[in-house]
């Protein structure tokens, strides 16, 4: 008899506890991480830099079925649990790390062409694509800005010179920020203003000034932080965080325009290839 969506829901929150140690039969591969390991503390599982993965079997097929996961919105996060073999607080996954390993998830479970449609901005002609999913790296990044071990850096704000201490985002991280944004809308409703943005930046920025403590550093991203500052922050954090390149190189087959940095459309049919 076919597991019902509550009874798949249960077995994975029994078999994927976060911090179990798994062991497989099935054949697995080791992936190399963006982060290389560097930001993690040298007694992580992924100090080392890579991250060992079983391929998909029809089980994961049922996870990307089940319509309660689905519902929640953790269906993907159910599926990387499921093929992560090293013991790891999924928690603690940083993002671009997660990146890497959900793109080894595709093509450890369907091989490693992905199928998309591509709209060209320039005629806007819709183009049916196969892009080869190897093919994606891990973006480059600069070791002498990282303490191993330590996931934290500085930055100057150009405009106030005020002195910044950041880290990059984790999975753990990415949950109690959605958590904070939820609650930031129910308080303030009626004021119509999206909180994401400065919720992010309170969440990413450790300290301000050497000051540590929460409410200074909320304080200065809603009260003090230029605009100006908190672009050139933003745009600094994207280029120190360890990730993979989902650029590839575009070419409209209806008017000829080329982009090499065209970026890979993460649709539905990324885990749910076409048949």
């Given at each position: 008899m076919a597991q019902t969506d509550s009874a798949l829901a249960e077995q994975l929150r029994q078999e994927h506890k976060e911090t179990d140690v798994k062991k497989t039969n099935f054949p697995t591969e080791v992936v190399e991480l963006p982060s290389k390991g560097l930001l993690y503390p040298e007694d992580h599982p992924l100090s080392s830099g890579t991250i060992e993965m079983k391929y998909m079997t029809a089980r994961e097929e049922d996870i990307l079925t089940s319509a309660n996961l689905i519902k929640q919105g953790v269906v993907l996060d159910k599926l990387l649990q499921s093929l992560i073999v090293t013991p790891v607080n999924y928690n603690d996954i940083l993002n671009g790390d997660k990146n890497a390993i959900m793109v080894a998830g595709r093509v450890l479970g369907?091989?490693?062409?992905?199928?998309?449609?591509?709209?060209?901005?320039?005629c806007g002609h819709k183009n049916e694509t196969v892009i080869d999913l190897t093919e994606i790296t891990n973006k480059p990044?600069?070791?002498t800005?990282?303490?191993?071990?330590?996931?934290?850096f500085e930055f100057v704000?150009?405009?106030?010179?005020?002195?910044?201490?950041?880290k990059v985002l984790t999975h753990g991280d990415e949950k109690q920020i959605t958590s904070d944004i939820k609650v930031s809308k129910k308080l303030n409703k009626s004021a119509g203003v999206d909180p994401t943005l400065?919720?992010?930046l309170i969440n990413?920025?450790?300290?301000?000034?050497?000051?540590t403590d929460k409410k200074i550093i909320k304080d200065f991203v809603n009260n003090?932080?230029?605009?100006?500052?908190?672009?050139?922050?933003?745009?600094h954090i994207s280029n120190v965080s360890p990730?993979?390149?989902?650029?590839?190189?575009?070419?409209?087959?209806?008017c000829g325009h080329i982009n090499d940095e065209t970026t890979v459309p993460m649709g539905v049919g990324f885990f749910w290839p076409r048949t």
């Open positions: 369907y091989g490693k062409d992905y199928q998309a449609t591509v709209t060209c901005p320039d990044i600069d070791d800005a990282i303490t191993k071990g330590h996931n934290e704000l150009p405009t106030s010179k005020r002195k910044i201490k950041f400065t919720t992010r990413i920025i450790t300290s301000v000034d050497g000051e003090e932080l230029f605009a100006v500052d908190s672009r050139a922050l933003r745009k990730d993979i390149d989902l650029t590839f190189h575009f070419e409209c087959e209806e």
